[in-house]
């Protein structure tokens, strides 16, 4: 993954080279690095953390502008921890769901992330984008496959067709959960240590790729931790109240 500093508006972008290679394509994430909001927040691109709307709205326009996306463009689904999938056409905010997929030039797929996986996905055939966000629980539930599966009942898409990004989140390392939650994952997806268990949710998404039949060289697992990497990302299970959020966008340019 390639991480590019924006010169002269003084924020950090992360890049996928392999969603890149992809024809016509625009994509990007965010940073907590650079913004205009007082810290703890820096680049926080939410209006749901306590943070100053115009300052959102200022770090929103030196993002997108910084990727050459016009905001009226963008489509951002709720994300409310579940499984939902909607194909849309057209930008706006979607209520209910976590995943969004479109074949619309122009039109831009956002998700809100501080630890959480934001998955990404191209479809360099048909020329199809999906926006992810996968929480524990909507890891458990299959996020990833309900949008691989409507990917392909709505548009035929062969897993060979397809490109996959994993982003940043809380990895393994620092994850530490519950029974409650370890209970809903295979066992190769946590581990035990000093009477802890750490989960491993970009691995599980991973596979859940795998197992649509996308070739492990065709999907790209950033290797940072949200938790970890306190100087280049924001963090809720970190910082708590204190955490901003960070947004990834992909889109089809005409």
């Known amino acids: 993954m390639a991480i590019s500093e924006v010169k002269g508006k003084g924020i950090t972008i992360m890049h996928s080279r392999l969603l890149e290679s992809g024809l016509n394509v625009r994509f990007g994430m965010s940073t907590r690095l650079g913004g205009v909001s007082p810290q703890p927040w820096g680049m926080n691109l939410s209006f749901r953390v306590g943070d100053d709307e115009e300052n959102v709205l200022r770090n929103r326009n030196l993002f997108f502008g910084s990727l050459g996306i016009e905001q009226a463009h963008l489509a951002i689904p709720s994300q409310v921890h579940g499984n939902r999938v909607r194909t849309v056409t057209c930008a706006g905010e979607y209520e209910n769901c976590d995943a969004l997929i479109t074949n619309v030039p122009d039109l831009f797929l956002c998700v809100s992330v501080a630890d959480c996986v934001p998955i990404f996905l191209l479809d360099t055939k048909n020329r199809i984008v999906a926006a992810v966000h996968a929480g524990w629980r909507g890891t458990a539930d299959g996020i990833v496959r309900s949008t691989l599966s409507l990917l392909g009942k709505e548009f035929g898409t062969n897993p060979l067709d397809l490109l996959a990004y994993v982003g940043p989140s809380a990895g393994d390392c620092c994850y530490i959960v ?77």
């Open 178 to 254: 519950g029974e409650e939650v370890a209970k809903f994952f295979p066992v190769e997806f946590f581990r035990r240590e000093n009477g802890k268990t750490f989960l491993n949710l970009k691995a599980a998404n991973a596979s859940q790729l795998e197992e649509f039949g996308i070739p492990s060289s065709r999907i790209e697992v950033s290797p940072h931790c949200t938790i970890s990497e306190s100087h280049l990302f924001h963090s809720y299970r970190r910082d708590g109240q204190q955490s901003g959020r960070m947004m990834g966008v992909i889109g089809l340019l005409s």
